[in-house]
């Protein structure tokens, strides 16, 4: 009996100890995180910097292809210098957005939202930690005054970028309260004033990935011109970046000597990039560093064309004939290009790559010229697979014709059409020639053209594109935020808005010369024979501001189309409403139009995207909607 | 009265002692003249002979137990002497010995309703004492249907369960006890042998001697924070004095059936291309069929005409083996288990091979005042399971993405040349043959390079526990147990050539993982009978830590061959990724006691505390405290109620109390925490090309506030047994209110896209029945036992959080979600536009609301708010996933050495919302595979009754972007899920060979199922998250692994 009682009171000691030491055992710290005093030192804030500077690519694997920093759904489909592309049932989200019928419940817009605001949180809590840190004396003011002024000019850029989407957008800076943020105040003087902290960062920052005071002032002035018209204040600005502007690591700053070399990725931090993002691949960010955002922007064709995915952002005809030029080189700004006689010729609906079989009988000569029919098949060429077929209709007797493509050089393009565009029988960087259908998801959808722009070279796979995984279109390709041509577009803007057409002419000409370089037009693959007929002539003058305007805008379609501008240089130059529609309406007639389109149209709502109403909905009625959605 | 009842039980004691002398002294004179022996056997109603009885003459202390095969000899004092056989488990019966001198002895199952003894929270109790609701599944229904997963086996067995699985071998089904109480972690609470666990999928259902439900407060809120979700207790077997050793063992095979039924053929396939042609008027040369113009589409040389659901199954084979050993003394008994499982899958090369082993012992000493047990099993099990209920799985992939012209190989004498690749004989046929037949992977290819991917893991699951007798009816018991969980998984991925959109290189991952969890539980015991008075008092400490893991994966890219011998991380030429996990453990320390109280057996009281405390809470709200009161009151007893005679018992009972819920919270919510990686905050910097700078960002937004959830339950039963005990019923009204609900409501995107902290905002409410009806009867040789359980519950979201009244949740559909959780709905209800019909005209489009993209033939949705537009705010709640009830019938007969089993297991009035429709009966949702629908019976201006709408490429607002009611079917389905007939053979022929019992059997599993669902099975499962079902996306059929028939023959052998 007593043993049994030792027993029991034993029982009770060991429990009374256990609970003794309760309260250290409930106290488990956090494992794989960091603590906020850890990172008050200058380590640790340049950390919580990069973390800021990361998401100006727009991706991260919280976010995908929707933010994309290149803009190529809200600034290039939105401003139909191209398509969704690829098949209708991928991405339908981008499809009321290109037709302009999006509601405020698309996810496409929310994700965007949600991923500036993500950037600038960023910003917020590297300022909030250099405060710490500056106030327990761990890092020096000179210090906290750099980290401050590049986490501010991030944190003015991405609201820029949210303020040019929306318009009505809350700011956000490290005190703000995100349970009480409204979106009823004009932000547009604390953006400016974000900027306005970066432009006398130093010119070299020791790391082309950073700001520096040249991509501080090209942003400032961007955004007084959107927001503030503001043409005079940019115009100083830009001005001093022709001069003196260097890139953050410290070089030199101008025009590539070709246009084509721009996009090529050796050269994405070239001597024409004032601010390239940078992508990089075989990271280990599972490839969330490395152009996430235009993943599915590739040929769509297996295994031997660039990518192997997902036929999207497919460039729109209209765009396509804006390259048709005069005699003079020159564009046709009276927009006469979408003419029939003056439009570009399509393969649409042509079989692609090379579908003759030789073995059958057909005489290539009597069937192309002997017919030219009526619409739909106007622009196509034919040839006859039985002989003195001279007067079969195509469209009822088809089994004695095969729709042939034709490659017509009859008509002269600017050179840089085909540095923007793939389009059939023209080499596509070194892949060899765009054969048409074949490279083409859908075409009954999304027409004939490719993206080229962003695409990397086949020689260039594997070492500038992510290894191992189901396709090669995550690549180094880093967009290129600010090209000098842009900076030299911008300024000749200004100086037009500010009546110098002398030197808006120069620099709208400069411009211009450079796309005339044939060294930089795209080569048969004999290297030496023009892959079309180029001609690109300079502006003899610029007679009336009007005129220069005209032409100005004709430029910055030209020179940066596909790069996320075209949207955006619409609503600063209020021509949303108007280009757009003529714009759809040329394009709503394509074979593809109405699949793609169906009868849209632009109104004065459209210069602004809605605000999401998830936001809305979360925000209990603080942030409210833009006028019209 | 204390002091009386004291003397009472003094001058008791002293009777015995003085009695028994007095015995002593009698015995050893009287017996001498009349004694005389019997022998006998003693066997048991259908499962042969029974050791271990005891036999003893009534009155005396003269008594006998009977041998391992149940043979008995005793010695009694004469003939009016009575034997009393017993045996725990069965009815005692009485002989008066007469002349007789060989007494042979049947005894029968004791297991009724009231007799029955329930495990509970840290104790047993006997059904009749229950004031709780309890329910419980018999072992031998656990195995009915061959499973080697015990939430499969769970099925349609307890009422207030939910089960639903998939056909998957080896996987895990949701099981749901009375609705759902949180957004995220509904699963319930498992004990085995006391070691709580959120996992039994590792357990050999043929090891689990009893499983019990603990669905209210009264019952299971003795477990506290972790009891919300319900509490299942599993029991393992223990042995039993003699020795026995049983086999068993099946093998058959599962039919993959004939898949979907209205998908085109090839011909088909190209008509309908050539109809979206017409319908549009496209004119285009289709790189496959020719010019668009030509009257009827042409057929490619290499097209072939693939089934693409039959070439990626097959005829599955399963075999079972299960060898048992227990035995015993009385102070010590042992069991060991050994099972051996594998189990191939419909889909190719899909499988799961499970071994397990397990060892129980129990050792009492000190004349039983001390007991030292284990409890230890082990499993390992080996796989390689395909993904479902997702776009790339083979089941949607195979079955609805992939067009019939495409070969599954190039046959003989074929070259094609295609768009990036030169098939010739022998290759893989795929979609980049040419243009325009989609994106899907060849599903065969796929499967047949993955056969060498390996995943394995063990599982080991034991305790060790010490029994103290300290007074009699005062116990005190301490038990220390655990799991530990390692797997390994190798996959490769190789590099393809046959498709529209391939792999260029070949990758290889590994990972690799290990988890540990601990209980120790202190507990005293004391069980006493005054009386009348029956009092049962448990009070204990627990602590755990959960959680104690870590895991790595590497991923390597470019290799030299694909040989499977070569595949290490290293010898890859680039390694292209690497990781690893820290699991933020978890510890839990908890203090709780239960008091229960009867009186005359008749008025019963139960109350329960339990203290939790958690590491997962800030120090100002770790501690929860969990109170829960029950009562029961027997009428049948009461004196009114003699004269009711065809009712033996009627129990009536209640409870309320609380219980808690924590498994949502992450163990890290209270901090508010940074970090980075690669994939989210680095930077290129420098401009390297190929490196990024490590970058931070704020990963986690704190709340040290958060705190348990709790869950008020009201239950109001009663049970009932009539006719001779031959009907029994037992009926459950319940209400849970979970309040303070943990959810990590969505953050203004101002917040930026730190983890959202789980806070105690939103509520919602589960009412519901539980019933069970049971009919036992003998009809001379016919002997039939059938019970009908039945569950319904409804769930009703009371709120979210402030300003928030719904949330939307994706399984990862190409239109956005189709789950809806809103305040007044229940959870993941089905949401959006209702179809009134298609469009018939222009004038009908005109005359009806603004929709975008209207035309003839397209959808036509209600207008609901009737302001003459279509918009968002014109979505319904369309549908629910959730049954009006589930149901198991369960039907045995018994006649001479034949016996019969029926199982019956349905649901009732759910809806399906088919995902798999928006593939085929769309044009333009990818140029996959399409249903015959869309060919034979979509709309055309003569073809106005359509089914499908018109097929044309158009993909808009109208057509195919929006979740609506086109694809929501009725999902209601009863299945045979058992049919088995056994024989077991007569003893006559087994003595010879010392065999005590075999039972051969046939069966047949998942005969039939009725339903009108059209997809492939209407048993949807629900895809995971974070390891447990997503209870939010339930009921969308995004390709679930189809529940197929299965043919089984087995035998039953006891030694």
Redesign the interface.
């Known amino acids: 009996m007593k043993k049994k009682y030792i027993i029991f009171i034993l029982i009770l000691a060991v429990m009374g100890t256990w609970g003794s030491c309760k309260s250290d055992f409930l106290t488990v710290a956090p494992t794989g995180s960091l603590d906020q005093s850890l990172l008050a030192t200058t380590n640790g804030i340049d950390a919580m910097l990069i973390g800021a500077y990361s998401m100006i690519d727009g991706q991260s694997s919280q976010f995908s292809w929707e933010p994309a920093s290149s803009n190529w759904v809200w600034g290039s489909i939105r401003g139909v210098e191209s398509n969704k592309g690829s098949n209708s049932g991928d991405q339908q989200d981008i499809q009321p957005i290109q037709g302009f019928t999006e509601d405020a419940t698309n996810p496409f817009i929310n994700a965007t939202w949600r991923e500036l605001y993500e950037a600038i949180s960023r910003c917020n809590a590297t300022i909030v930690i250099v405060n710490k840190a500056l106030a327990a004396s761990k890092i020096t003011q000179d210090q906290a005054t750099s980290y401050l002024k590049q986490a501010q000019t991030l944190r003015g850029w991405y609201h820029f970028d949210a303020w040019r989407m929306w318009n009505k957008i809350p700011y956000m800076d490290e005190k703000a309260d995100p349970a009480v943020a409204t979106n009823s105040e004009d932000v547009s003087d604390k953006i400016i004033a974000d900027l306005t902290t970066g432009i006398d960062l130093p010119l070299d920052m020791g790391a082309i990935g950073r700001f520096n005071g040249t991509v501080a002032k090209v942003l400032l002035a961007k955004a007084l011109m959107q927001m503030k018209h503001d043409y005079a204040g940019a115009l100083i600005l830009l001005a001093d970046v022709k001069a003196n502007g260097k890139k953050p690591d410290g070089s030199a700053i101008g025009l590539a000597a070709t246009y084509g070399e721009i996009f090529d990725i050796a050269n994405r931090n070239g001597i024409e990039s004032v601010y390239t993002v940078q992508y990089s691949v075989n990271d280990n960010s599972g490839a969330n560093n490395a152009g996430n955002g235009e993943v599915l922007n590739f040929p769509y064709k297996s295994g031997g064309s660039p990518g192997g995915c997902c036929g999207f952002f497919q460039p729109a005809q209209e765009f396509v004939n804006s390259f048709r030029v005069d005699a003079a080189g020159l564009p046709m700004l009276d927009n006469s290009y979408d003419l029939p006689a003056n439009q570009i010729l399509r393969d649409e609906g042509i079989a692609g790559g090379s579908p003759w079989d030789a073995t059958k009988a057909y005489d290539i000569n009597q069937g192309a010229t002997a017919y030219s029919p009526a619409a739909p098949f106007k622009d196509l060429g034919y040839v006859s697979l039985i002989t003195a077929n001279k007067g079969n209709n195509p469209l009822t007797s088809p089994a004695a014709w095969a729709l042939k493509w034709t490659e017509d050089n009859s008509k002269v393009v600017d050179p840089r059409l085909d540095w923007s565009v793939g389009r059939r029988g023209i080499p596509y960087w070194d892949w060899g020639v765009h054969t048409g259908s074949d490279w083409i998801r859908d075409q009954s959808y999304g027409g004939p053209y490719s993206p080229k722009k962003q695409v990397y070279k086949k020689s260039q796979e594997g070492k500038y594109t992510e290894v191992g995984n189901w396709t090669s279109g995550w690549t180094a390709n880093g967009y290129r935020m600010i090209r000098y041509a842009d900076v030299l577009l911008m300024l000749a803007e200004c100086q037009i808005e500010t009546n110098d057409l002398a030197n808006a002419l120069i620099n709208v000409n400069l411009v211009r010369a450079r796309a005339a370089n044939p060294l930089g037009y795209v080569m048969e693959s004999d290297g030496t024979t023009p892959a079309a007929t180029y001609a690109v002539g300079v502006y003899p003058a610029f007679a009336t501001q009007a005129f220069a305007r005209t032409a100005l805008q004709m430029e910055r379609k030209l020179e940066l189309g596909q790069e996320g501008h075209r949207y955006f240089d619409l609503q600063r130059w209020g021509n949303v409403v108007t280009e757009l529609n003529r714009v759809l309406a040329y394009e709503e007639t394509m074979d593809w139009g109405t699949l793609l389109y169906n009868h849209s149209t632009v109104s004065a709502k459209d210069v602004n995207y809605p605000v999401p109403q998830r936001q809305i909905d979360l925000s209990n009625g603080k942030i409210t909607q833009n006028t019209g959605h | 009265m204390f002091k009386k009842r004291l003397t009472m039980q003094i001058s008791t004691n002293v009777r015995r002692i003085a009695l028994f002398f007095l015995s002593m002294v009698l015995s050893s004179s009287i017996i001498f003249a009349q004694e005389k022996t019997i022998t006998g056997k003693v066997t048991a109603q259908g499962e042969g002979p029974l050791p271990g009885v005891n036999v003893t003459v009534q009155g005396t202390t003269i008594g006998a137990i009977t041998d391992l095969n149940g043979a008995y000899s005793i010695k009694v004092p004469g003939t009016a002497a009575i034997l009393v056989f017993s045996s725990v488990g069965y009815t005692s019966k009485q002989v008066v010995v007469g002349t007789q001198t060989a007494i042979d002895m049947i005894l029968q199952s004791d297991v009724t309703a009231l007799s029955e003894v329930v495990v509970t929270g840290y104790t047993t109790q006997r059904r009749k004492d229950l004031t709780g609701s309890v329910g419980t599944v018999a072992p031998a229904e656990l195995t009915a249907v061959p499973t080697t997963n015990v939430s499969n086996a769970l099925q349609g067995r307890s009422s207030g369960v939910t089960v639903i699985g998939n056909g998957q071998p080896g996987s895990t089904a949701s099981v749901r006890i009375r609705g759902f109480s949180s957004f995220q972690n509904n699963d319930p609470l498992y004990v085995v042998d006391g070691i709580p666990t959120q996992d039994i999928s590792s357990m050999n259902p043929n090891d689990v001697e009893s499983i019990s439900v603990l669905k209210d407060a009264g019952a299971a809120s003795i477990y506290g924070s972790r009891a919300s979700n319900g509490v299942i207790i599993v029991t393992t077997k223990k042995g039993t004095k003699g020795t026995k050793v049983t086999y068993s063992a099946y093998t058959g095979f599962s039919d993959p059936g004939k898949g979907p039924k209205n998908l085109c053929n090839t011909q088909q396939f190209a008509d309908l291309q050539w109809l979206v042609y017409k319908n549009?008027g496209?004119?285009?040369?289709n790189?496959v069929y020719g010019?668009s113009?030509?009257p009827t589409p042409t057929l490619p040389s290499w097209a072939a005409n693939t089934n693409w659901f039959q070439a990626m199954t097959r005829t599955a084979y399963t075999q079972n083996h299960d060898l048992t050993l227990s035995g015993g003394t009385d102070n010590a008994k042992f069991f060991g288990a050994i099972g051996v499982n594998k189990n191939d899958g419909i889909i190719l090369y899909n499988y799961e091979n499970k071994y397990s082993a397990r060892f129980n012992s129990e050792f009492s000493f000190l004349n039983s005042?001390l007991k030292f047990g284990e409890n230890f099993a082990f499993a390992y099990r080996q796989n390689n399971t395909v993904a479902q209920l997702n776009e790339g799985s083979p089941i949607e992939m195979g079955s609805f993405r992939s067009q019939p012209i495409i070969p599954v190989v190039i046959p003989a004498g074929e070259t094609i040349t295609?768009?990036?690749?030169n098939y010739i004989p022998g290759d893989w046929g795929g979609?980049?043959i040419a243009?325009?037949l989609g994106q899907a992977g060849n599903e065969v290819a796929v499967l047949t390079r993955n056969k060498d991917n390996k995943y394995w893991n063990i599982n080991l699951i034991g305790s060790a526990f010490v029994d103290?007798?300290?007074?009699q009816g005062l116990n005190?018991r301490?038990t220390l147990g655990g799991t530990w969980f390692n797997s390994y998984q190798s996959t490769y991925?190789f590099a393809t050539?046959e498709?529209?959109?391939?792999?260029?290189?070949?990758?290889y991952n590994e990972n690799a993982g290990y988890n540990l969890e601990w209980t120790w539980t202190?507990s005293l015991t004391f069980d006493k009978t005054f009386g009348q008075h029956k009092i049962l008092i448990v009070a204990g400490?627990e602590?755990n830590e959960l959680g104690l893991g870590r895991g790595m994966s590497a991923?390597?890219?470019?290799y030299f061959t694909d040989d499977p011998n070569y595949r290490t991380i290293s010898n890859a030429?680039?390694i292209?990724?690497?990781?690893s996990?820290?699991?933020?453990?978890?510890?839990?320390?908890s203090q709780f006691a239960r008091a229960d109280y009867s009186f005359m057996d008749r008025y019963l009281l139960s109350a329960t505390v339990r203290r939790d405390?958690?590491?997962k809470f800030g120090?100002t709200n770790?501690y929860g405290v969990f109170p829960s009161f029950s009562a029961g009151w027997r009428i049948s007893d009461e004196p009114f109620f003699k004269g009711i005679s065809f009712i033996n018992d009627l129990k009536i009972r209640g409870s309320y109390g609380m219980m808690g819920n924590q498994l949502a919270v992450d163990?890290?919510n209270q901090?508010?925490?940074?970090?980075?990686?690669?994939?989210?905050?680095?930077?290129?910097?420098?401009?390297?090309?190929?490196?990024?700078?490590?970058?931070?960002?704020?990963?986690?937004i704190g709340n040290p506030a958060a705190k348990w959830e709790t869950n008020v339950t009201t239950d109001l039963g009663f049970e009932t047994s009539f006719l001779n005990n031959k009907l029994g019923l037992k009926f459950d009204w319940y209400q849970k209110k979970t309040k303070d609900l943990l959810y990590n409501p969505?953050?203004?995107?101002?917040?930026?896209?730190?983890t959202q902290p789980y806070i105690n905002i939103a509520a919602m409410t589960n009412t519901g029945v539980d019933l069970e009806f049971s009919f036992k009867d003998k009809f001379g040789d016919l002997g039939f036992d059938g019970s009908v359980i039945g569950s319904a519950y409804k769930n009703n979201i009371d709120k979210i959080a402030?300003?928030?009244t719904f949330f939307d949740s994706n399984g990862g559909s190409?239109?956005?979600s189709f789950n809806r959780n809103a305040v007044g709905h229940s959870m993941g209800a089905f949401f959006g536009y209702k179809v009134l019909g298609l469009f018939q005209s222009d004038a009908e489009v005109a005359s009806s609301a603004t929709q975008?993209?209207a035309a003839p033939g397209l959808f036509k949705f209600q207008d609901t708010n009737g302001d003459g537009a279509i918009?968002?705010e014109d979505r319904v709640f369309m549908g629910n996933p959730n049954p009006k009830f589930t149901y198991g019938v369960n039907l045995s007969f018994t006649y001479k050495n034949f016996d019969l089993t029926a199982f019956l297991q349905g649901s009732q009035g759910n809806d399906v919302f088919n995902w798999n429709t928006w593939w085929v009966d769309?044009w333009?949702?990818?140029?996959g595979q399409k249903s015959s629908d869309l060919l034979n019976n979509s709309w055309t201006p003569t073809n106005t009754g359509a089914k499908v709408p018109k097929a044309t490429?158009?993909?808009?607002?109208s057509t195919?972007?929006q979740s609506c009611s086109y694809y929501l079917e009725n999902g209601s389905y009863a299945r045979m899920k058992n049919l088995q007939l056994g024989y077991t053979l007569p003893e006559s022929l087994l003595s010879k060979i010392s065999v005590k019992s075999v039972r051969v059997y046939v069966q047949a599993v998942n005969l039939f199922t009725i339903t009108k669902y059209t997809g492939l099975d209407p048993e949807i499962d629900t895809q995971q998250a974070n390891g447990s079902p997503n209870d939010l996306i339930r009921g969308v059929d995004y390709g679930s692994y189809p529940t197929v028939r299965q043919y089984i023959i087995g035998i039953n052998l006891a030694f």
């Not at chain 2, 498709?499 to 990758?507: I, K, Q």
């Not at chain 2, 490429?953 to 607002?957: G, H, I, K, V, W």
């Open positions: 549009d496209t004119v285009i040369n790189p010019l113009t030509n005042h295609g768009l990036a690749h979609t980049g243009n325009g103290v007798k300290i007074l005190f301490s991925n050539y498709g529209s959109e391939n792999a260029l290189t070949p990758s202190n400490y602590s991923t390597g890219s470019g030429a680039k292209s990724g690497a990781s996990y820290f699991n933020n453990p978890v510890t839990l320390i405390g958690s590491s120090s770790r163990a890290a901090f508010y925490s940074y970090g980075g990686d690669p994939s989210t905050s680095f930077y290129d910097i420098n401009g390297t090309f190929s490196s990024s700078q490590p970058g931070f960002r704020p990963i986690r969505e953050l203004p995107g101002t917040a930026g896209a730190a402030e300003g928030i190409r239109i956005g975008d993209g918009t968002p769309f333009p949702s990818f140029a490429s158009l993909s808009n607002f195919n972007t």
